[in-house]
């Protein structure tokens, strides 16, 4: 079977790719003995309707996959439903941390095999993959809701739903990866910021249309969750037909030769299926990738990430991506329990909050999506360049550049800031700047996924992208379920003893600064590390400054 990122979907066959190809190359290096200066030759003429066709194919992929990221993130309006479970279920915060978790392991666990699947068989055979994760996971939970089934089946349902949205994630950062690799920051940018601003348009399409009385009797509005899932499974089952149809990958025909050799060649020295090394991350094989047998290219993706688990530097990379990741995915699990722990006593328990949460939810899809953006433009113009040498000009070279490592340590820094915030007390003194921290986490988080699957890009090439940071995005999943048990546990905790009283809030509802103090202390503690540990990757012993390796 061919791969789909070697073969065109309007190529028959090979050979048929082949002459295309070199068609495009006569044409462009032999135009000055062959072509008569008053009509283009016949060849040349194919070879740019060739390449008109595939801009148009290329930039249709590119549109799809930013619809499906667009449509992916339905995941991140969990802090909607929270207060939901809490009061409706009766599930206590841990058992809401248990059923977030249930979709990060999803989201997480799952990955190297997405991608693989993505790597070997195109994005467009796992979107049709994301539809049979989405539906069933979005109509069970629909179902456990109106029945109030204990929390472990709505824990399995989650687990599929977090399953569908990574699936169908990576099915849009990998076909913008390899059909636009020139700009890989931008490229990887674009999608991901589509996924962060989807919070965004669920969040009020959710406040707007499904909304129902309160079964309370209050006279208050809250979210009718059984219709939401309901369209979530309708509307996500037809973006996954959609992708099945456009997701492809097609070859770029402006590509130089150098930058062609590197990205379908080995990424490391140690691999014994590379002819020639030239620097790390890149080796020269053949010019056309359609010389390269699809048992071959499967072998050459295996040695890349058999070399990919053995660079020590990969997995101080991971961990810090582990110690940003957790913090930031149990915040957001949780900023709905947490608004109500902040507010007056008296509102906390007359006001069902959903408004405050989806504004919150739509500050950070926003300032994530500005962070997105402006990490992948500072990525592209400021980080140091992938290409060789002699391909940039004296001006370039003499441009002002910042590392890559450089500028994920700084976004970090803006999570670690709004953790010590949290934990100083300031905004349980004064809840109406709790605007300062979703936004302070909206950019870190936002960043942080943007310059991660940038940097492993760069370090370690663009060919094996969707399962290597496949790889790297299975820790995340440990992280969120550590920080968020935390957070469920002194939670939990500091509840238990405020209802032992005669005036307790119920339902294990918690009020006060100790509710999350610790569980934000111990955030920010664990953003430090990772900073640490980023730098001494990048500039440690057997670090990437020491191989050379240009971040």
């Known amino acids: 079977m061919s791969s789909p990122l070697l073969k065109p979907a309007d190529v028959k066959n090979g050979d048929e790719f082949r002459g295309g190809r070199n068609l495009s190359i006569s044409a462009g290096t032999s135009r000055s003995i062959t072509a008569s200066p008053l009509s283009p030759q016949p060849s040349e003429i194919l070879s740019i309707r060739r390449r008109q066709r595939l801009k148009w194919q290329r930039y249709s992929a590119g549109a799809c996959a930013l619809v499906s990221c667009l449509s992916a993130g339905s995941i991140l309006l969990y802090s909607l439903y929270t207060p939901l ?148 499974a309708v509307y996500l089952l037809a973006i996954g037909v959609l992708g099945s149809f456009f997701l492809k990958i097609y070859p770029d025909p402006d590509l130089d030769e150098i930058t062609l050799r590197g990205e379908t060649a080995p990424l490391l020295t140690s691999s014994p299926t590379a002819a020639e090394h030239v620097e790390y991350g890149a080796a020269v094989l053949s010019n056309d990738p359609n010389d390269i047998p699809p048992a071959v290219k499967r072998r050459l993706l295996n040695d890349d990430t058999r070399n990919f688990l053995s660079d020590p530097t990969m997995w101080w990379f991971a961990a810090g991506v582990f110690l940003t990741a957790g913090p930031g995915e149990s915040f957001i699990n949780n900023m709905g329990a947490l608004i109500k722990t902040i507010q007056p006593v008296s509102r906390s328990l007359g006001s069902p909050a959903g408004d405050e949460t989806a504004t919150h939810v739509g500050i950070i899809a926003v300032t994530s999506t500005v962070a997105r953006l402006f990490s992948g433009f500072l990525s592209d113009y400021l980080g140091p360049p992938v290409e060789p040498a002699p391909v940039r000009d004296e001006q370039e070279s003499k441009r002002f550049r910042i590392s890559r490592i450089m500028l994920i340590i700084i976004f970090a820094g803006f999570m670690q800031a709004a953790y010590l915030i949290l934990s100083s007390g300031y905004i349980q003194l004064h809840p109406q700047q709790f605007y300062l921290v979703s936004s302070l986490i909206g950019i870190g988080y936002g960043a942080v996924f943007t310059l991660s699957p940038t940097i492993v890009s760069v370090v370690w090439g663009v060919e094996n992208l969707a399962t290597n940071w496949g790889i790297i995005a299975m820790l995340p999943a440990g992280g969120a379920s550590v920080f968020g048990f935390l957070f469920a546990a002194v939670y939990d905790s500091e509840a238990k003893r405020q209802n032992s009283g005669e005036h307790g809030l119920g339902d294990g509802l918690c009020f006060g600064l100790h509710c999350y103090q610790k569980s934000f202390a111990g955030m920010a503690a664990s953003c430090l590390l990772a900073i640490v540990l980023w730098a001494w990757g990048w500039r440690g012993r057997g670090g990437w400054v020491a191989r050379g390796v240009s971040v």
Request: hydrophobic share 45%; aromatic share 16%.
């Open 85 to 232: 479970f809490q009061r409706r279920l009766h599930y206590s915060q841990m058992q809401i941390n248990a059923i977030a978790i249930a979709a990060e392991l999803g989201m997480y666990l799952l990955v190297p095999i997405f991608g693989w699947i993505c790597d070997n068989y195109g994005p467009d055979r796992l979107s049709i993959v994301s539809i049979f994760l989405f539906v069933p996971g979005y109509l069970s939970a629909a179902y456990c809701y109106n029945n109030q089934l204990p929390y472990m089946a709505m824990f399995f349902s989650f687990l599929l739903i977090g399953s569908g949205t990574v699936s169908m994630y990576l099915t849009g950062i990998t076909t913008c990866a390899k059909n636009f690799t020139k700009k890989r920051g931008l490229a990887l940018a674009v999608p991901i910021s589509a996924f962060g601003l989807s919070p965004l348009w669920m969040s009020q399409v959710a406040n707007s249309f499904f909304l129902k009385d309160s079964d309370d009797g209050s006279g208050t509005k809250e979210l009718d969750i059984n219709r939401i899932y309901t369209f979530f």
